[in-house]
């Protein structure tokens, strides 16, 4: 089993930043690629960003590139979310996820999930 705490959501005017944190506890966290995740009211869950277990890989949503960067330091068993240049179309809560398999870009490829962190972006 894998435990993992989002934290860092919150409000933010369009523009501004927000740095999300994932703590993970449990098992070995360098074993498991790692994701963000985000859900508005009433749409699906989609796809934020991803990082391969030693960090040497990332992958993003073409909605986020260029304005938000996963990262991790295994040292610390957590991984981040920098959020720049935010929009009020990233309104959602943000889910953190661990995959122990090969693949980490789809919901079904993850394990374990948080129990995730609202953010909020005004216009």
């Known amino acids: 089993q894998v435990q993992l705490v989002e934290s860092g959501g919150g409000a933010v005017q369009a523009g501004g930043s927000l740095r999300l944190s994932c703590a993970a506890s449990?098992?070995?966290?360098?074993?498991?690629?790692m994701g963000w995740f985000r859900q508005a009211p009433g749409k699906e869950r989609d796809f934020v960003a991803s990082?391969?277990?030693?960090?040497?890989?990332?992958y993003y949503a073409d909605s986020v590139k260029g304005r938000f960067t996963i990262s991790r330091d295994n040292a610390k068993n957590t991984v981040y979310l920098q959020m720049n240049s935010l929009k009020p179309e990233d309104t959602a809560v943000y889910y953190c996820?661990?995959?122990?398999?090969?693949?980490?870009?789809?919901?079904?490829?993850?394990?374990?999930w948080g129990q995730g962190t609202q953010v909020t972006v005004s216009s």
């Open positions: 996820a661990a995959a122990s398999g090969a693949h980490y870009l789809a919901k079904h490829d993850f394990n374990y």
């Open positions: 990082i391969s277990w030693g960090g040497g890989s990332t």
């Open positions: 449990g098992r070995t966290f360098s074993n498991y690629a």
